[in-house]
């Protein structure tokens, strides 16, 4: 029997491991070179730059210099990069709904229009929020 074909297993196959999404998020937050990025996520360097190797081949940030001497990039989302944005918040919430402690989540943000924000995946068409068991395989 052969392995469903998967949009989820593709997905994971470049931003499924921990460093990996864990790099994108700090590039969200504005954490963009990768010295920061290493202290921020706690990753080896080495395997930090792996994950960073791999984000930048598959067109999901880009490298772009901000010094000459010496050389040094910092890494900027692209489209497909800032699409992830919603899976960011939907594992935030998850964490902060199953995982967080007593003193709270350790990010609140808030969205522009000055509440906290709390993702919610809804429908393009209807704008009703889905939830387990309420979709179906197209026909």
Not at 74 to 101: C, F, K, N
Not at 123 to 133: D, F, K, L, S, T
Request: with cysteine; aromatic share 6%.
């Amino acid at each position: 029997m052969q392995p469903r074909e998967c949009s989820v297993a593709r997905t994971l196959d470049l931003v499924g491991e921990k460093w990996a999404l864990l790099a994108v998020r700090e590039v969200f937050l504005g954490n963009r070179r990768f010295d920061e990025m290493t202290r921020r996520t706690g990753a080896p360097r080495d395997t930090l730059a792996a994950r960073l190797r791999t984000l930048v081949s598959a067109g999901i940030l880009e490298r772009r210099p901000y010094s000459e001497h010496p050389a040094r990039f910092e890494y900027h989302l692209t489209d497909a990069g800032r699409e992830l944005y919603p899976v960011i918040l939907t594992l935030m919430r998850w964490g902060d709904s199953h995982l967080t402690g007593e003193t709270g989540p350790p990010l609140v943000l808030e969205h522009q229009c000055g509440h906290r924000l709390v993702a919610e995946v809804v429908c393009e068409a209807c704008r009703e929020p889905v939830a387990a068991g309420s979709t179906r395989r197209q026909r």
